[in-house]
């Protein structure tokens, strides 16, 4: 019994680590960091319970594939929006706009795990690090975006994790950067109704003003090496 009861107690850690995402993070962006300081920690010790913290946020999100699924043929509308990460109850599926808080949440978290530095006496690399976020917006850049989801997704992830891919990658970053705003952004905006445009709009300042000013800044809660060395455990 103990093999059962212990697959159980990992499934579980990965469940409520991904959770805090969408009960947390999404109405506090600095809480991301301490959780993901968490989720780093576990997952480089127990690799296996990396693979299901990684899975639940692919199920969660299924942008952070990223993979936009297509509704199969039979497939009903509660079917399929459950199948993107809505909650459905009764047969009926929940606000755009809940759900879309909920994906923001999921996406900083996810964000900042990437972003995050190992804490201190951590003997294992980095388990899901900065070149994970290189991949996941190269990635991006080779979907066909979506209306609402795509810009959303976007804007979170790079105000969290965005300061860390400049950092790591620097001219190559910013020229993806400007791949973004001068070839990606206009295709969202070609998709996105004008009673919509506001997330588009709101990406598109961010990342005129990331390559103005050469750099992304740290988001609010980081955990810096300086907290590290005057955090006491």
Same mark, same amino acid.
């Given at each position: ?7 159980y ?6 469940r ?13 962006v600095?809480?991301?960091?301490p ?46 929006f ?13 606000q755009? *706009? ?5 994906m ?16 201190p ?27 609402d989801y795509?810009?959303?997704? $976007? ?10 891919l ?15 705003? $001068? ?29 103005? *000013? ?20």
């Amino acid at each position: 019994m103990a093999r059962p009861k212990k697959a159980y107690c990992k499934e579980m850690i990965a469940r409520k680590l991904v959770a805090q995402g969408s009960q947390q993070v999404s109405s506090s962006v600095s809480s991301a960091f301490p959780i993901a300081a968490v989720a780093i920690g576990v997952w480089s010790s127990f690799p296996d319970v990396g693979d299901l913290i990684l899975m639940r946020f692919y199920e969660e999100c299924p942008f952070l594939v990223p993979f936009y699924i297509p509704k199969a043929a039979g497939m009903t509308d509660v079917e399929y929006f459950t199948t993107l990460g809505h909650l459905c109850s009764d047969g009926q599926v929940e606000q755009k *706009d809940k759900y879309l808080k909920r994906m923001t949440g999921i996406v900083r978290l996810y964000a900042a795990i990437i972003s995050s530095l190992p804490p201190p006496g951590q003997s294992q690399p980095h388990p899901h690090g900065p070149q994970k976020g290189w991949t996941w917006l190269a990635r991006m850049l080779n979907l066909e975006p979506r209306p609402d989801y795509t810009a959303t997704a $976007l804007y979170e992830f790079l105000s969290v994790a965005g300061h860390a891919l400049m950092k790591q990658y620097k001219k190559q970053f910013g020229k993806l950067l400007n791949a973004l705003v $001068l070839d990606y952004v206009p295709k969202i905006v070609n998709v996105t109704a004008n009673e919509l445009i506001g997330p588009v709009s709101r990406l598109k300042i961010f990342l005129e003003k990331c390559i103005k *000013d050469q750099k992304i800044p740290l988001p609010e809660g980081y955990l810096t090496p300086q907290w590290w060395r005057s955090a006491r455990f």
